[in-house]
């Protein structure tokens, strides 16, 4: 998905210096402190030498500056609009405003698991929510040697599923897996899931944007 107008992006850094004046006056260093980001890359992007338009670093400009959204909207693809806009209201640190979605309890979510009945009496683990996450994702037609195309740091990698994801196997790694996780990520996996649509996808650009940082650390791979 294209989030920007790539030909309205000198109108954008354009607005960008404009706002630097007016808020500041402020310097290409003064800018990269106050949104976190390496001089160098602030450097780059507002001299227009990025291939690629990070959305988190735009979002991050528009909230520290108080651009008005308005200004900024012919810069901003529509299809992209929504989530921009959720995406600098986190920033502006507004973060009910930014989700803005329709959360279900977490009692009310293990009720409704519960509902669904285990495998086998055996295959239990007492937890509602392990119960209904193994249960979904170990039950399906997923077959042996499926591939899923996973775009990781702007290159795209062949990712290669080689377990019966309907098999009992697969079941025991992922109780396996879940069982490892610590109380406050199992509260984590519940709340995320119980977000809609759009707020996960904030969600995930939030994390994509960590990523990116802990890669230019060289903290992962």
Same mark, same amino acid.
């Given at each position: 998905?294209?989030? +920007?107008?790539?030909?309205? @992006?000198?109108?954008?850094?354009?607005?960008?210096?404009?706002?630097?004046?007016?808020?500041?006056?402020?310097?290409?260093?003064?800018?990269?402190?106050?949104?976190?980001?390496?001089?160098?890359?602030?450097?780059?992007?507002?001299?227009?030498?990025?291939?690629?338009?990070?959305?988190?670093?735009?979002?991050?400009?528009?909230?520290?500056?108080?651009?008005?959204?308005?200004?900024?909207?012919?810069?901003?693809?529509?299809?992209?609009?929504?989530?921009?806009?959720? @995406?600098?209201?986190?920033?502006?640190?507004?973060?009910?405003?930014?989700?803005?979605?329709?959360?279900?309890?977490?009692?009310?979510?293990?009720?409704?698991? #519960?509902?669904?009945?285990?495998?086998?009496? #055996?295959?239990?683990?007492?937890?509602?929510?392990?119960?209904?996450?193994?249960?979904?994702?170990?039950?399906?037609?997923?077959?042996?040697?499926? #591939?899923?195309?996973?775009?990781?740091?702007?290159?795209?990698?062949?990712?290669? /599923?080689?377990?019966?994801?309907?098999?009992?196997?697969?079941?025991?790694?992922?109780?396996?897996? /879940?069982?490892?996780?610590?109380?406050?990520?199992?509260?984590?996996?519940?709340?995320?899931?119980?977000?809609?649509?759009?707020?996960?996808?904030?969600?995930?650009?939030?994390?994509?944007?960590?990523?990116?940082? +802990?890669?230019?650390?060289?903290?992962?791979?």
């Amino acid at each position: 998905m294209t989030e +920007f107008n790539r030909e309205k @992006l000198e109108d954008f850094l354009a607005t960008v210096r404009k706002y630097m004046q007016l808020r500041g006056p402020m310097s290409q260093k003064d800018l990269a402190e106050r949104t976190d980001t390496g001089v160098s890359t602030m450097s780059r992007f507002l001299g227009m030498k990025t291939a690629d338009i990070n959305p988190q670093l735009v979002a991050k400009i528009v909230a520290n500056l108080e651009i008005p959204l308005t200004e900024v909207v012919d810069f901003v693809e529509e299809t992209y609009w929504e989530r921009f806009r959720r @995406l600098v209201a986190f920033y502006k640190g507004d973060p009910a405003s930014s989700l803005d979605q329709t959360r279900t309890t977490t009692s009310a979510t293990q009720q409704t698991t #519960t509902q669904v009945p285990p495998a086998s009496p #055996t295959a239990s683990s007492g937890d509602p929510l392990e119960d209904a996450l193994v249960e979904t994702l170990s039950t399906g037609t997923a077959q042996r040697n499926a #591939t899923a195309k996973v775009k990781v740091g702007g290159q795209t990698r062949n990712i290669p /599923f080689t377990a019966d994801m309907g098999g009992p196997n697969s079941e025991t790694n992922l109780r396996d897996k /879940f069982a490892q996780l610590s109380p406050r990520q199992k509260a984590y996996v519940s709340d995320f899931l119980s977000l809609d649509m759009e707020a996960r996808d904030l969600i995930v650009d939030l994390g994509n944007d960590l990523f990116r940082y +802990f890669r230019q650390k060289g903290m992962i791979v």
